[in-house]
């Protein structure tokens, strides 16, 4: 079992997310134009998070402790964000329009954007996987369909959560998603009754079946990636693992941030920047490979010294810090 503190998952989020922001949407011949061919540094000067690693601290500071109320803060931490003065970094729309919903008092299985399988789901759930075990997987599962109804969004961030809580390597990153994503009897149907009342689905077994849409096409997701890893080991800068997935469907930036993962097998720092220097969605490609990363390898990385942190917003750096005694190991003495 992983023993990493969610803090460090959280550095590794915050790392990606402020690395890749100021290359989303770039075209890759425009970013090695710049920067040459193994992509850019680390910026020098200030690093600015987005509303990747916002919306996973709002999380995270939801659940902490394992409240009696917890459903009831996490809509409300989203409805803080969604109003929150420092939320002007290119929040998701979907991630707005149900938190909007929310605020106007809808329930949350109506009050989501029921078909969307958007990244917003996957880039913030790294706190579940601190919760104790009865609880981890059904949070997971709900506070993706939360926003984002869409099978694909869910089944990746349950699988992430699992893959943080056991601690994901370089090199057998994609051999650790298809083994997580190769059933769901993992998920209990307790974690299952978590997701009661979306799309009118009534039971477990339901439940189940419209989650192994989503994971279906996880592990179909994961044949190409092995694919793409084998024919681009020997040059990883040689192809952008983006136009293979693209990174703003959860699923997407799950699969694309392994593939970078086990492109530099034994480098994390290396493999985030392989993830920043991408077309897609450049920041959640790279703040969930970050979050990987850090969940096996610890801090700091071979290339990235610590003090890259001081270099980080002092009140999100000061939040994430706020995290530094819960770790997966001793979770349940953790959130007594």
């Keep these: 079992m992983n023993g990493r503190a969610l803090s460090d998952v959280l550095l590794g989020c915050a790392l990606g997310d402020s690395w890749g922001r100021t290359f989303e949407r770039r075209s890759l011949g425009d970013i090695t134009r710049a920067h040459g061919s193994s992509g850019a540094d680390l910026p020098d000067g200030a690093l600015y998070i987005t509303d990747d690693t916002q919306m996973a601290l709002y999380l995270a500071e939801a659940v902490r402790g394992n409240p009696p109320d917890l459903k009831e803060r996490v809509l ?81 961030s349950v699988v992430a959560t699992r893959m943080v809580a056991e601690g994901v390597s370089g090199g057998t990153a994609i051999d650790h998603l298809a083994k997580v994503s190769s059933d769901f009897t993992w998920v209990t149907d307790d974690d299952m009754g978590w997701l009661r009342g979306l799309h009118a689905m009534g039971s477990a077994q339901e439940v189940r079946e419209f989650l192994d849409n989503g994971r279906v096409e996880i592990l179909r997701k994961v044949s190409l ?61 790279a703040a969930v490979t970050g979050a990987l990363c850090a969940s096996s390898a610890p801090f700091p990385w071979v290339g990235l010294g610590r003090e890259w942190t001081p270099r980080l917003e002092p009140a999100y750096l000061a939040w994430i810090e706020s995290f530094r005694l819960q770790a997966v190991t001793d979770v349940e003495t953790c959130y007594r």
């Design 76 to 156: 409300a931490a989203w409805v803080t964000w969604m109003n929150d003065p420092e939320n002007y970094r290119a929040p998701g729309e979907t991630c707005l329009a149900s938190a909007r919903r929310i605020s106007e008092g809808k329930p949350w299985h109506l009050a989501t954007a029921k078909a969307s399988d958007g990244s917003g789901a996957v880039m913030r759930t790294w706190a579940c996987a601190y919760l104790p075990e009865y609880l981890r997987y059904g949070v997971s599962l709900w506070q993706a369909a939360s926003t984002h109804g869409g099978s694909n969004a869910i089944a990746a």
């Design 225 to 285: 990636a092995k694919e793409f890893v084998h024919a681009n080991a020997k040059d990883p800068w040689s192809a952008d693992p983006s136009e293979v997935f693209p990174g703003w469907r959860s699923h997407d930036a799950l699969v694309c941030a392994v593939a970078c993962m086990d492109l530099f097998p034994n480098d994390p720092y290396t493999a985030v920047r392989r993830a920043v220097c991408t077309e897609g969605d450049s920041d959640t490609i």
